[in-house]
């Protein structure tokens, strides 16, 4: 089974406008860890923001926020007052410490345009 | 300074060759990764690696290996190359989590390997 899923290959948003990105998520682990990076199109990978499980308050970051809903498995991604250099693809990853490792297990992505 | 580095940025070789990609951290971390972005920009986990044991993933083959002379390097070796190993292959590092805690990976700018 999946353990992230995103369901929007693409999204448009129009400059200075908020933009939300879905991710919803799947495990049976009580702690774990949700992360949200960039790639622009040169390739690198960006971290933007991250949420625990344990955490009590949703994660923001400048610009970004992530809405998270924990009885819903949910994790989206905020961005506010989006910018031409928003345009880039999303991925949403989570961390299961049960795995016995600290690997993250990316979604599809999702490749955000900001239009001017 | 760069975080993590990774060397060769583009690599192209033929089928059957054997061939390594380099990966250095300069962050103190302790523990390292190579995940690998397929056409469809899906990332995928292929091994972790810290001071204490090596984690692979099982569906990579074991033709890729991964080498630890010390805690700042990781390099990924690959043997008898095939068409499918095609990818961009991204070193990551961070300070390895336990229970509840996890921390951001830092990745390399990528590696470009095309197998002819």
């Known amino acids: 089974a999946q353990k992230i899923t995103q369901t929007q290959p693409g999204m448009f948003v129009q400059e200075k406008e908020a933009v939300t990105l879905d991710c919803t998520y799947d495990?049976?682990?009580?702690?774990?860890?949700l992360f949200w990076y960039k790639q622009p199109s040169s390739g690198e990978m960006i971290f933007l923001i991250y949420?625990?499980?344990?955490?009590?308050q949703n994660a923001t970051e400048g610009r970004y926020s992530l809405n998270f809903q924990k009885a819903r498995k949910s994790a989206n991604l905020v961005i506010s007052a989006s910018q031409l250099g928003d345009s880039a693809m999303y991925f949403c990853?989570?961390?299961?410490?049960?795995?016995?490792?600290?690997?993250?297990?990316f979604g599809t992505g999702t490749r955000l345009t900001v239009i001017p | 300074d760069t975080a993590v580095s990774q060397t060769p940025k583009y690599l192209v070789t033929q089928m059957g060759n054997d061939k390594s990609i380099k990966c250095e951290q300069n962050?103190?971390?302790?523990?390292m990764y190579w995940y690998k972005q397929d056409s469809k920009k899906f990332l995928k986990i292929m091994f972790s690696?810290?001071?204490?044991?090596l984690i692979i993933n099982e569906t990579v083959p074991n033709r890729f290996s991964p080498k630890s002379p010390d805690k700042a390097h990781l390099n990924l070796h690959i043997n008898s190359l095939e068409l499918g190993d095609s990818a961009v292959y991204f070193c990551?590092?961070?300070?390895w989590g336990e229970g509840p805690n996890s921390y951001e990976q830092y990745f390399g700018p990528g590696t470009r390997l095309t197998v002819t």
């Open positions: 962050l103190g971390h302790d523990t």
């Open positions: 990853a989570m961390r299961e410490p049960q795995t016995g490792a600290n690997n993250l297990f």
């Open positions: 949420q625990g499980s344990y955490d009590q």
């Open positions: 495990t049976s682990d009580p702690s774990y860890g």
């Open positions: 690696y810290n001071n204490k044991e």
């Open positions: 990551a590092s961070s300070l």
